[in-house]
């Protein structure tokens, strides 16, 4: 059973789905901190991810501490600058086996990504354990529509060396969760539910009935299988479990700040071969800002550019692959450019959720986001001074203003991963294994 | 080889398990068979298509949506059979489920020949159970168990007493069985082989339903089922028979397209970039001619005329469309509006897949050729040779390249032996095609000099040009053995494994002696010991 939140959504059910009801804020204490009956906000996590790195000197600040100032490559960032924490100084320390590899896998879920052997096929790898947006999901994400969404801009993404460079989200080795790159498509499948059913209808529960004879059949299957498919049949009983209770969900609940758009038109197809990157990733972030809000989710895993990722950023006048360009010392100015512009489209989200009310705050005084990418410098695949912002006061738990965080001792960038996980609310001990097992949180951006 | 060697060992990554050796006399291939782990592996998505419109209809098969596939070690099928599927695959499992049955069930005059019977009643549960067991059996490959037939009747019976209509409730019983694992994986748990104890034979139902999905890539036909199911694929020249009149229906030359758009990259076309100041004549649509051109050499090649497969890589003739005749320099018939096959100047360096467009344009840079990807495609793609990764902290760094050619800053690259090992490898390959550009049209300069492409390699010899490479190539009985290797994969979603290296290189050596028809490839593949036997999955994961 759903145990939140709270009653709204029987109170829907009452009411009939096309009927708003009083916002959000009615139900909250007096000091917008909790609601009525005493359970807790949501806090709600994300990772934001984009491919080949950054220009170490334009994107740390000088200064640490709170005096820290806007870099080149952090001044989209102006407008929510005081939720910012900068955490610089950490090292990827699972074994540096394969550039992009090593730093996708490191900062995604602190556990070594496992090569694949190729015997005479081409080189590819999965990764070790989960992605810290699943774990995450595993502690907050049990009681909302979806656990998670994944939710990704490029399609430019490189798929021939397996699932650590293809995608963020991770169950375990085998089971990456894929993304929705269409945003009309995400749209249609967040906010279905959105639609009143005639309740005389018995649809749903037939369709619901199916999948349990579905489950059986899974269960009668897996008695002759050997252990590796029983497991994976294991995962596609979850997944039967996850969508038949979407099934029955009863839709989100409207307020003030979760308000039913016009259905997106945007699906990210290209024009004369050109990504629409700042378009695509408006209505994608628009549409995280509302399953936040509409409580459809707490997690996400943002994909805005892929590890080893050939997008091409056409808007600021590029026409070579930005992986390609990392690698050619002449072009590193292209490659700070395009840095900027991933930061303009980040800032966007950020704004989105920070102009988006919950209670007397906002979104983003409930979430934290973990922002990444693949590498620290592209040129020469880096995986020291890890570029790493944390995003959020998640319900106060991160120092605001935010601060410049700097290890001086190379610290386990898995140490981020667990102090985030901690700020959501997920009760876990350590994250990651071998040298990127950590049981030790970030202090230095804790209030 | 000696270079090979040397790159190897010089590696810092993780060893693995070198490939199978190639060379008949070597003492490894004469280690008897030994069948690989069977895996239970997911449909693929057009798979899933097909077999949807062959139980349904076109149309039903008109609306699913299934989930992508994700290839793994260069295959989707390798995916498939390792990967678990998620709530968004369920999700749309689902909803193509319903959609599909809701299509044929709405379909008054096909509707009740799927069912196989004439409902008498709103509810009939006579006709209920016919039509589960009938259609349930064509579903999932094989017959419904006792449990089975019951659960699905039920689920049958109790929708359409909620609807008042008995073909509502078949449609929840027709989206049910195509949501069951038993629709969604070819299951191969294998059955004990009477003529070899302690070795697993794949069953009539697995055997008719990988031979289907392999050769026309749908589910097996009504008479394939009934053959196998009478023993008629229990021995090799029984699935030989079977192969040759499946390699013969048009459903073979589809999933063929299929194979040849994953092994050479093909479906990467749709998403490749090129720099529209440097090539304002690419676009969408000369990507997708760049596709079709490839096919149609080997449509020409494998099905018209059931050709030397080897002539891929050396023809002296392609097919062109307007675009790419444009693109090329060639003339074409002028009323012509779609591909004609013209042949190509006797002094010309493009000739073969290695000529091509498709090729040239999707293993390169947006604004500039790359020799290291078009290499590095030959080595891993055509010739199954393992590149090893990059030191993880490679240091890219060159002195200033400005006005340099790609050979020359590639040359650059080789002051660093640690770099030089490998990329010698691949490079090599590359810097004898660099009279091609980016997106394939013929030059003579780079950064405004004269270009030199001409090579020399270790294992292959000398040449210049696509057309010079690719004769090389098809003289490499490695080419060939790569081929029916890729073959093997995409159609057991495994990497052959070192005991497979036997009947496996039978199967070349059968592909060569019919003189490398593909056709004889796809039948011998289909016969081999290492199609038809597997081995169990370890009960336990300790």
Redesign the interface.
């Known amino acids: 059973m759903k145990r939140f939140p709270l009653n709204r959504r029987t109170l829907l059910k009452g009411l009939g789905a096309a009927v708003a009801l009083p916002t959000l804020d009615a139900m909250l204490n007096s000091h917008g901190t909790a609601y009525a009956d005493g359970a807790p906000v949501p806090k709600r996590f994300a990772t934001f991810f984009f491919g080949n790195g950054v220009i170490l000197s334009r994107w740390r600040p000088a200064a640490t501490g709170p005096s820290w100032s806007l870099t080149e490559e952090l001044a989209p960032l102006v407008n929510v600058k005081s939720y910012v924490n900068v955490v610089s100084g950490y090292k990827i320390k699972i074994p540096n086996l394969r550039g992009h590899h090593t730093g996708a896998a490191g900062i995604l879920s602190g556990y070594p990504f496992i090569a694949l052997p190729p015997g005479g096929a081409p080189y590819n790898s999965k990764f070790g354990g989960p992605s810290v947006d699943q774990i995450a999901a595993d502690a907050i994400g049990t009681t909302t529509t979806f656990p998670s969404i994944q939710i990704a801009v490029s399609k430019r993404l490189t798929r021939g060396e397996g699932p650590t460079l293809q995608f963020i989200s991770h169950r375990g080795p085998d089971s990456p969760l894929p993304q929705e790159f269409n945003p009309a498509a995400l749209f249609s499948r967040l906010f279905a539910s959105f639609t009143a059913h005639d309740p005389t209808d018995p649809r749903d529960r037939l369709r619901a009935s199916v999948l349990d004879a579905v489950k059986e059949d899974t269960r009668r299957l897996q008695a002759k299988l050997g252990a590796s498919d029983r497991a994976r049949l294991d995962a596609h009983l979850e997944s039967i479990n996850e969508v038949r209770s979407r099934i029955l969900a009863l839709p989100p609940v409207l307020t003030s700040s979760c308000v039913l758009p016009d259905p997106p038109t945007e699906d990210n197809h290209d024009i004369g071969g050109i990504e629409q990157l700042e378009s695509v990733s408006r209505v994608m972030s628009d549409l995280l800002a509302l399953a936040w809000a509409c409580d459809l989710t707490r997690v996400a895993s943002y994909q805005f550019s892929g590890s080893v990722g050939s997008t091409v950023y056409s808007a600021i006048g590029q026409t070579d692959g930005e992986h390609s360009l990392t690698h050619d010392a002449q072009r590193q100015n292209d490659v700070h450019a395009a840095v900027v512009y991933v930061m303009n489209r980040f800032a966007y989200l950020l704004e989105k959720l920070k102009a988006s009310q919950e209670g007397s705050g906002n979104l983003l005084d409930n979430s934290c986001i973990l922002f990444s990418s693949d590498v620290c410098e592209g040129l020469v695949h880096s995986i020291t001074d890890y570029p790493i912002l944390v995003v959020g006061r998640a319900g106060g738990f991160f120092k605001y203003p935010g601060i410049h965080h700097r290890s001086m001792t190379s610290d386990n960038t898995s140490d981020v991963l667990l102090t985030c996980l901690r700020a959501v609310g997920a009760n876990v001990d350590s994250v990651g294994s071998e040298g990127g097992l950590s049981t030790a949180l970030s202090t230095g951006i804790i209030a | 080889m000696a270079s090979l060697l040397s790159c190897f060992g010089k590696s810092t990554?993780?060893q693995?398990?070198t490939?199978?050796p190639t060379s008949p006399e070597d003492p490894i291939l004469q280690r008897p068979f030994e069948a690989a782990?069977l895996?239970?592996r997911a449909l693929l998505s057009w798979q899933y298509r097909n077999a949807v419109r062959d139980l349904l209809g076109p149309a039903a098969a008109e609306v699913v949506t299934p989930?992508?596939d994700?290839?793994?070690?260069?295959?989707d099928a390798?995916g498939a059979a390792?990967?678990?599927?998620?709530?968004?695959?369920?999700?749309k499992y689902?909803s193509s489920g319903?959609q599909a049955a809701e299509i044929a069930m709405n379909d008054a005059g096909a509707r009740d020949s799927i069912l196989g019977c004439v409902p008498q009643s709103s509810s009939d549960p006579q006709c209920m159970n016919a039509f589960v067991a009938q259609f349930g059996r064509r579903a999932w490959r094989r017959p419904l168990?006792a449990?089975?037939q019951n659960?699905?009747a039920s689920?049958g019976n109790?929708?359409a007493a909620?609807?008042g209509d008995f073909y509502k409730g078949a449609a929840?019983v027709i989206?049910?069985l195509l949501?069951?694992?038993?629709f969604l994986y070819q299951?191969e748990?294998g059955e004990a082989d009477p003529t070899s104890p302690g070795r697993l034979r794949l069953t009539g139902n697995e055997l008719a339903t990988r031979l289907s999905f392999f050769l026309t890539g749908s589910t097996p036909s009504e008479e394939l089922m009934s053959a196998a199911e009478r023993g008629e694929l229990e021995s090799a020249e029984g699935i030989r028979l079977w192969a040759e009149t499946l390699v013969n229906q048009p459903g073979s030359r589809e999933a063929m397209a299929h194979f040849f758009d994953e092994l050479f990259?093909l479906r990467?076309l749709s998403?490749?970039?090129?720099?529209?100041?440097?090539f304002p004549s690419?676009?969408?649509a000369l990507?997708s001619a760049m596709r079709d051109e490839t096919q149609h050499l080997l449509d020409s090649l494998v099905w018209d005329q059931d050709g030397d497969f080897r002539r891929f890589f050396d023809a002296d003739y392609t097919f062109v469309n307007q675009d790419l005749a444009a693109l090329y320099g060639v003339a074409v018939p002028p009323m012509c509006d779609g591909f004609a096959r013209v042949t190509l100047p006797a002094d010309s360096l493009r000739g073969g897949f290695l000529g091509q467009a498709a090729f040239l344009a999707l293993m390169a840079?947006?604004?500039t050729s790359s020799p290291t990807l078009r290499g590095k495609f030959v080595r891993?793609?055509l010739l199954?040779?393992?590149?090893p990764?990059?030191p993880?902290?490679?240091?890219?760094?060159?002195p200033?390249?400005?006005g340099m050619t790609t050979r020359q800053k590639l040359l650059a690259h080789r002051q660093n032996p640690s770099c030089a090992s490998c990329h010698v490898l691949m490079d090599d390959i590359g810097l004898g095609l660099e009279n091609f550009d980016a997106i394939g049209q013929f030059r003579t300069t780079d950064s405004g000099q004269p270009i030199d492409a001409s090579s020399a390699l270790d294992d292959l010899g000398s040449f210049t040009g696509a057309r010079e490479l690719g004769a090389l190539l098809a003289a490499q009985p490695q080419l060939t053995e790569?081929l029916t290797?890729n073959l093997f994969?995409a159609a057991t979603g495994h990497?052959?494994?070192l005991g497979e290296s036997a009947p496996l290189n039978q199967v070349h050596a059968s592909f060569a002696a019919s003189g490398f028809s593909f056709k004889n490839a796809l039948v011998e593949t289909a016969a081999s010991e290492a199609f038809r036997f597997g081995a169990?999955?370890?009960?336990?994961?300790q």
Request: with cysteine; charged share 15%; hydrophobic share 30%.
């Open positions: 990554a993780t693995f398990t490939a199978p782990t895996n239970i989930p992508p994700t290839t793994v070690n260069g295959w390798i390792q990967l678990s599927l998620s709530a968004t695959s369920v999700d689902e319903q168990s449990d089975e659960s699905w689920v109790g929708a909620a609807y929840f989206a049910g949501q069951s694992p038993n299951i748990i990259q990467d998403q490749m970039s090129k720099d529209p100041v440097a690419f676009g969408p990507a840079h947006p604004t891993e793609k199954c040779q393992n590149i990764p990059p993880p902290n490679v240091d890219t760094n060159l200033n390249t400005e790569c290797r994969r990497v052959d494994t169990a999955q370890a009960a336990s994961s």
